[in-house]
């Protein structure tokens, strides 16, 4: 379960401090070194947990906080508005086209499960009564292209493919003119994945963006590989200029710090979250319920 262990531990720390009644400067620095602790524990940024902790102890102690009847209550309360702010603060939406279609294109590193976010993207808006258009844009896997189109059979959702070595260009325009004149609202394009970012990787993107000009990139990444996710995440950001990021496999991962550090590391808002294979495991993120389920 995600953030069990940073919750098992900010849970100990502020019964603790419950525990105390009227509290000192002290008792707020203690509660504070734990907190750290915890957070660096379940690998968030280092920068990060240096300005939370900061931000958190210089609210905590000023205001006059210590003279309250429910001193630790407060400092709880200030923890879990921060947690929030440090996660977007409130709910980033995609951005629908005020003249359809919608664009959407998902990149991402290969395993980071791009292809089954985009099957459960069109899921999500076919539920919304949205008419979803998927492109196969990942040329150099006739597997991953089959996958999108074996996940369109199954969410009756139709899929824009065309023979191998076709370039992207050509792909993505075709797939305009079939949306524009299929009525499709969204597109939504899975481009090709690498192993490791690459220069043509980069490239290729950028000239999928130059042409279709989206409406919004989503980067697809991995929760499970902690700050390497949030690595990749600024590297896609400052090459590519991203709308929001989508962190998939949250259900395997226990410690959270890809949560926690996107956003404030890149600037970049987490817009969905991937809870399990299954397709219906797409949930939008809302930054105050995450802190509170930290929080418990
Ligand atoms: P791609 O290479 O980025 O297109 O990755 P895929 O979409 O093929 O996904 C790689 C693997 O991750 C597959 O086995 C997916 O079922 C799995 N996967 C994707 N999203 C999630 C998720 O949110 N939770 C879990 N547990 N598995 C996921």
Redesign the pocket.
């Known amino acids: 379960m995600i953030f069990e262990g940073l919750a098992d531990r900010l849970q100990e720390t502020f019964k603790k401090l419950r525990g105390h009644g009227k509290l000192t400067e002290a008792d707020v620095n203690e509660a504070m070194r734990e907190v750290r602790m915890a957070l660096l524990e379940a690998d968030v940024n280092f920068k990060v947990v240096k300005e939370f902790v900061a931000k958190v102890k210089e609210r905590a102690i000023g205001q006059d906080v210590l003279e309250t009847l429910t001193p630790a209550q407060v400092v709880i309360k200030i923890v879990n508005e921060e947690l929030t702010a440090l996660m977007g603060g409130t709910q980033s939406r995609i951005m629908i086209a005020s003249k359809p279609p919608t664009v959407i294109m998902l990149v ?10 985009a099957g459960k993207l069109g899921l999500a808006m076919k539920k919304q009564g949205k008419r979803p258009l998927l492109v196969a844009a990942d040329i150099y896997r006739p597997a ?1 292209i089959k ?1 999108l189109q074996v996940l369109g059979e199954q969410l009756n959702i139709p899929v824009f493919a065309m023979p191998e070595g076709t370039d992207v260009v050509t792909i993505t325009e075709k797939a305009m003119e079939q949306a524009n004149s299929h009525i499709n609202d969204i597109v939504i394009i899975d481009t090709a ?1 690498r192993l490791h970012i690459n220069e043509e990787l980069m490239q290729e993107l950028k000239s999928i963006k130059q042409h279709v000009k989206p409406h919004e990139i989503l980067l ?1 990444v991995d929760a499970m590989t902690g700050q390497d996710a949030v690595n990749v995440a600024e590297s896609f950001n400052a090459d590519l200029g991203l709308d929001g990021v989508i962190l ?5 991962d226990a410690r959270g710090g890809a949560a926690l550090s996107v956003k404030a590391v890149t600037g970049c808002p987490i817009k969905f979250v ?4 299954k397709l219906e ?1 797409l949930e939008p993120f809302y930054p105050d319920r995450m802190a509170s389920r930290i929080l418990g």
């Open positions: 991402g590193l290969q395993g980071a499960g791009k292809t089954t976010s991953a996958q994945g697809v998939t496999k949250l259900d395997g991937g809870m399990g294979e495991a």
